[in-house]
């Protein structure tokens, strides 16, 4: 394995203002919503959507009977574009992780060496293959507006750093300071449209923390109150963050950091939640994620603004252990697209509230 990780009305009850601070009572399974479900042709092996835009073009990955990956591009009717950079092969293929509004595409391949490199693709399909200077593997995991882009690459040691990359192709790499490992612990969601990015580092007891990094070099590295180990994996223009932490128990919670430095911690509430995992935050504050139950089994949520959750299961998600409703990112409109996964695959999925 390679070491990069891998229309509807609203309910009236959404409509009406509740206030924070809600009851059990007001996290409730989703009254009123869709669900379009697809799958690439040939995905035998599962089809992985990672990344929905504002005008709900979906990219991500499938595997075919080989299980070797390929990328694939779904607009917003339905209509299914397969590609590959050049030389793509390995034992991975192509994973393209994420996408901004103009349609450009960013992830990486592994090639027939089994070394990983990063690529761009533009909305003709031509390729721009992205490798840090001296690294032996680059993968890129997200792409803003302006084109910027941001990943991990390996040096010559085997030791994983973050790069950015301008849109003109300049490098920078840092790591953080004082951490053993500095970390990018989400895909598609984690670099904001001004540049700043938030990610994850481990400390000497390897534990783990989040940490903010602005344009100007300067970063900060934080925890939610009462956490023993803390997840960013999403930001927005807006600066805030959202993630889940760890308590001393090892139960996990969601959060979202405002832009202030005060934090919001929240947990789905729904029957038998062993843990709450938010995956993103959108333009507005909503926020995407999962649950898991005690038995394993994974389940959707969406956070509105006014903090009330709505919790749902794509039809036909698997009910055993490991298996369930992925979500895995939300638009500006709160179109939420991820992957379900019953007993035998992965199928990709469309949730509008």
């Not at 481990?202 to 939610?224: E, I, K, M, Q």
């Amino acid at each position: 394995m390679h070491k990069f990780f891998v229309l509807t009305s609203l309910c009236l009850s959404l409509l009406i203002a509740v206030p924070l601070g809600l009851s059990a009572k007001d996290q409730r399974p989703a009254c009123s919503h869709s669900v379009v479900t697809f799958d690439v042709p040939d995905a035998v092996g599962g089809t992985y959507p990672y990344m929905i835009i504002s005008n709900g073009d979906i990219t991500g990955a499938y595997y075919p009977a080989d299980g070797i990956a390929h990328g694939f591009l779904r607009d917003h009717n339905g209509n299914i574009t397969t590609f590959d950079p050049p030389n793509a092969g390995g034992s991975e293929g192509t994973l393209p992780f994420t996408m901004n509004d103009f349609g450009i595409i960013a992830g990486y391949y592994t090639d027939n060496d089994d070394h990983a490199h990063g690529f761009i693709r533009d909305r003709r399909g031509s390729f721009t293959i992205v490798d840090v200077p001296g690294a032996t593997d680059t993968a890129v995991y997200d792409i803003n507006l302006a084109g910027a882009t941001a990943g991990i690459y390996y040096d010559s040691d085997g030791v994983g750093h973050i790069f950015l990359r301008t849109p003109f192709g300049r490098f920078t790499s840092f790591d953080v300071a004082g951490g053993i490992l500095s970390w990018y612990n989400c895909a598609a969601s984690c670099l904001n449209n001004f540049g700043v990015l938030v990610g994850i580092y481990s400390d000497a007891g390897n534990l783990y923390h989040s940490f903010l990094r602005a344009p100007s070099g300067h970063y900060l590295a934080f925890d939610p109150p009462n956490a023993v180990q803390s997840y960013g994996v999403g930001i927005n223009d807006a600066g805030e963050v959202t993630g889940f932490f760890s308590d001393v128990a090892g139960t996990e919670h969601g959060y979202i950091r405002r832009l202030n430095g005060s934090f919001v911690k929240f947990d789905v509430t729904a029957p038998d939640v062993a843990g709450t995992e938010p995956g993103d935050i959108n333009a507005f504050g909503v926020v995407s994620g999962q649950y898991f139950d005690s038995l394993g089994v994974y389940h959707g949520f969406l956070r509105q603004i006014n903090g009330r959750i709505t919790t749902f299961d794509i039809p036909g998600a698997g009910t055993d252990s490991g298996t369930g409703t992925f979500p895995f990112t939300l638009n500006s409109s709160g179109v939420i697209t991820g992957n379900y996964c019953d007993d035998s695959t992965c199928h990709g999925f469309i949730w509008r509230y």
